[in-house]
């Protein structure tokens, strides 16, 4: 691909994650027992009253031990992957030894994953041939900002000799609140595409990842949020995104080659998009959801020229799914309207979940892009089920109980931060910052929200988080978290500051390469000169840092991409990676500096610098 800008993550994550975690059974916080029985732990001698929630279980309360080591086992459970965390004093906090989590806008969830002996999952990490994973960013004139999504490319697209193949897209969208990771990280869409193909069950293509919810990123969001603007993600998709795709990578640009879909909202979206769009969509997918019976163009009443459009309309509900009841009116709507469609529903995967999700993935992905498999699949299909009157219906009202109105935090203003947490129960509240000397004390209103202004903070970066009654928890209304080797803090940057990426506009971006299994990260800059020809930075994380903190908060990516769009710098490689130490003309070793703000002001001294001799470098001095 020419000049592309992207962010990469390479192979076997969930492999690779693990070897992050403690390796001392003492230190382990989730035990998979052999008669299937799940054993959480945690520590916190100051709490009163722990319980853990996980989605195969109810909430249990927890027992503490001398050591103040709280613990349940429940289950049995199927082997699967369940989010989970533990409640404490009311207050939700994530498994802090955990090192796998559910990035989503707002809760803050660990990530559980049963094993199946046998190796059936569709998502085991298995030994085949793995696709790459890349995170993209791009300017969205729709969105008048730039936006991200994540690209997966299957196994043979680098393949030498392959340089001219094309491949169809599949356009596949998260939930409410979700994040444009959560169908990689969660939904493992790369590993159920990777064993697919090395069956031989499905066919290859490129999976596009959007975000949801891009009002989300602008500095200052539209009043009423994504209904502020109207059909924004719509047009963002089609006018921005998809141009971006197929301009940047080999696709099949016409409508018999391109699907949509998504779990949750991401179903809506991807049924609106894909029915209101079918000179560009003929395979359309939702997943635990549906959407509007009133779509403009007629698409409802005229079932010849519709039916004639789709290869595949592909509808997958759980009957135990607060959304079943109005899932099954759309498919019933559908049938009365004689539009034809295929239907399955589960009733042993706890509703509306992503067990759910990658169920659906795994049966849709056979059939993605193979006109003969659909079209049977289509003549098979079966009726809706009969409504038995019981059926919960979506109103705003169940919309409003399972999505609260969060509070704001952090909420940018002109002479200041202001953070917030809701703690109605709490006697204490603390905001613990890297950039101030101790932990502030907060202020609690007669909601319970606990509230505190810091001046003068609003373009620095820093990792924080609050301390309720001595327990640590991060920020629950801020997405973006440390990559940390054990608890995970917040991460405050405000998007409008100069080294955000929200806030540069239409510039070109590098290219940052996680190989989890060298444990590397390495950013490499945008320019047509040869990359094996160029200057290294080592960048040194510190002892609680990971691979991942020079860039996720140190932002050394963003850093360079806006130095060399305005020609402050020169290009260089940033990695972590010490077996490149030969070429090094600078080494960042992140200890030297404590909080990260001062690294990064480090890091653009540097980069202003423009350094050229090769310095030598003895890496053990750094080796945490």
Not at 29 to 37: A, L, P
Not at 306 to 317: E, M, P, Q, Y
């Amino acid at each position: 691909m020419k000049n592309f800008k992207t962010i990469i993550m390479t192979l076997a994550l969930g492999t690779s994650l693990q070897a992050l975690a403690q390796t001392a059974s003492e230190q382990k916080s989730v035990i998979c027992n052999n008669d299937g029985t799940v054993t959480f732990r945690y520590t916190n001698p100051t709490a009163k009253e722990v319980q853990v929630d996980v989605q195969f279980a109810k909430k249990t309360p927890m027992q503490r031990d001398a050591n103040g080591v709280w613990t349940a086992t429940l289950g049995p459970a199927s082997p699967d992957m369940y989010p989970y965390h533990f409640e404490v004093d009311g207050v939700s906090v994530m498994d802090p030894l955990c090192p796998q989590y559910f990035p989503n806008e707002g809760f803050k969830n660990s990530l559980l994953e049963i094993p199946d002996p046998k190796g059936a999952l569709a998502h085991d990490i298995q030994d085949v041939p793995h696709g790459k994973v890349e995170y993209i960013h791009y300017y969205s004139k729709s969105l008048q900002g730039t936006n991200n999504a994540i690209v997966y490319l299957p196994p043979t697209y680098d393949k030498k000799g392959n340089e001219n193949k094309k491949y169809p897209v599949f356009y596949l969208i998260s939930g409410t609140t979700d994040t444009e990771e959560v169908y990689y990280k969660v939904g493992r869409m790369n590993y159920i595409l990777d064993n697919l193909l090395a069956e031989g069950k499905a066919k290859e293509m490129i999976i596009v990842l959007p975000y949801g919810n891009p009002t989300k990123l602008l500095p200052t969001p539209p009043q009423g949020g994504m209904m502020g603007m109207g059909d924004v993600f719509g047009k963002d998709l089609t006018n921005d995104l998809m141009p971006y795709v197929e301009s940047h990578y080999r696709t099949i640009n016409d409508r018999d080659h391109r699907a949509i879909g998504g779990f949750s909202r991401g179903g809506n979206q991807g049924l609106s998009c894909g029915l209101t769009n079918l000179d560009k969509f003929s395979y359309l997918c939702s997943y635990s959801s549906f959407t509007s019976t009133t779509l403009p163009g007629g698409v409802y009443d005229n079932a010849a020229d519709t039916n004639s459009k789709i290869h595949l309309f592909w509808l997958g509900v759980g009957t135990d799914d607060f959304l079943y009841g109005t899932a099954r009116d759309y498919m019933e709507f559908l049938d009365k309207k004689g539009i034809r469609s295929v239907k399955e529903y589960t009733h042993d995967k706890f509703g509306h979940t992503w067990m759910n999700a990658k169920y659906f993935l795994d049966k849709t992905m056979r059939l993605l892009f193979n006109p003969e498999a659909s079209e049977e699949a289509m003549k098979n299909g079966k009726p809706a089920l009969e409504a038995t009157g019981k059926e919960e219906a979506f109103t705003p009202a169940v919309m409003a109980r399972l999505f609260p109105r969060a509070v704001v935090s952090p909420e940018y203003k002109s002479d200041g931060v202001t953070f917030r947490i809701s703690a109605p129960n709490a006697q204490q509240v603390l905001l613990d910052m890297d950039y101030l000397p101790e932990p502030n004390a907060m202020e609690k209103d007669a909601d319970g929200v606990w509230s505190l202004d810091i001046k003068g903070v609003e373009n620095q970066t820093f990792r924080y988080c609050f301390i309720v009654d001595g327990t640590k928890v991060a920020d629950p209304t801020n997405m973006y978290l440390s990559p940390d080797k054990g608890f995970k803090y917040s991460i405050h940057e405000n998007p409008a500051s100069e080294y955000s990426l929200l806030s540069m506009g239409d510039i070109p971006h590098g290219v940052v390469s996680y190989d989890l299994n060298k444990n590397t990260a390495t950013y490499y800059p945008p320019t047509t000169q040869n990359v094996d020809e160029l200057p290294v930075i080592l960048l040194i994380p510190g002892a609680d840092d990971t691979i991942e903190s020079w860039f996720k908060v140190g932002g050394a990516n963003a850093i360079a991409d806006k130095m060399l769009a305005e020609g402050k710098t020169n290009p260089y490689i940033l990695t972590t990676d010490t077996s490149l130490k030969d070429r090094a003309v600078s080494v960042m070793p992140a200890s030297i500096n404590k909080t990260w703000n001062a690294r990064r002001l480090a890091l653009v001294k540097v980069l202003q610098d423009k350094p050229t001799k090769v310095i030598k470098v003895k890496t053990e001095e750094f080796t945490n």
